[in-house]
């Protein structure tokens, strides 16, 4: 597979085995100061990362409509019918229809992609996804010329989603992202994690993960996914206007209302795990910055 993006890893990268052949390399990054996340401009960091484990990224998460704790997603979510799944795509696309999950597999090249994840609650992980990139499927159904925006919605069912019976948030989950930002590269739609299909609670069977945004940019359990010229309201944006805006890039620079967004909780890392600086653009500044040139990004947060 080819891997044409050096600020991401590949599951091979960390085995041990690719471990040692690369010590060299990280031991050169190490003594330039490059191997440790915090220092500025440390975007490529990604020799020292060290995934999380399966267990601190399943057990782990946000997913609302199962609940609000950090542990329902892993409790409840098993009640979710993943198969069949169709996904509703239209809008500004040439081809617009209900697409069976299984033909959009059939269609696209999975590949591994080892990418922070930082929620905006200020707790990071590294998890290796598995998945294909959205731009992939937005060529298969080709975006048309006035398209600016792609909106995503998750499902709902009430009968299978315990959470939903709560107003926590406007039910179904929805979220956008610019038409350059959803064609970047960087940008996925995540199937598997360590080579396993999704599990339910990490948004099986499909969901985004848009590495250098909020984790809540990141919707689980997609359904439909629309083409638009404007744009797309989002959830939690729609919950707290003044807290969540449209953007929502990783910036330690722009404080959350409520709290400080300068530093981040390693999950898993145990007790005694030290918090460690954001990284701008969470550690993609050199491949993302680009994409907001000449934009207030405290405005736009
Ligand atoms: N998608 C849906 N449909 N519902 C949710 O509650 N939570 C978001 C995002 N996607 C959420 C969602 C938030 S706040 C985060 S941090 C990530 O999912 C968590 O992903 P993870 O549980 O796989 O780590």
Known sequence: MAHRWKNTLTHRDVTPKAAFMNRRQVMAGLAAGVGLAGVGGAAHAQDALVPNSYEDITQYNNYYEFGTGKDDPAANAHRLTTAPWTVKIDGLVDAPGDYAFGDIMNAMTIEERIYRFRCVEAWSMVIPWNGFELADLLQ????????????????????EMPGVR??????????????????????????????????????????LV????????????????????????????????GEYGFYSNVNPE?????????????????????????????????????LYEGMDLKANF
């Open 166 to 207: 709560y107003p926590v948030l406007d039910w179904p989950y929805v979220e956008g992202l610019r038409l350059d930002e959803a064609m970047h590269p960087l940008t996925i739609m995540a199937t598997g994690i360590y080579g396993k299909d999704i599990p339910n609670q990490n948004g099986a069977p499909m969901r």
């Open 140 to 159: 298969m159904v080709g975006v048309q010329s006035g398209a600016k925006y792609v909106a995503f919605e998750t499902a709902l069912r009430p009968d």
């Open 254 to 290: 722009v404080s959350h209302p409520r709290w400080s967004q300068a530093t981040e909780r390693p999950v898993g890392g145990g007790l005694f795990a030290k918090r460690k600086p954001t990284l701008m653009f969470n550690g993609y500044e050199q491949e993302v910055a680009s």
């Open 210 to 241: 848009v590495p250098w945004k909020y984790g809540f940019k990141s919707i689980k359990s997609i359904v439909r996914i629309t083409l638009t010229d404007r744009e797309p309201p989002t959830s939690w944006n729609k919950a707290n206007a």
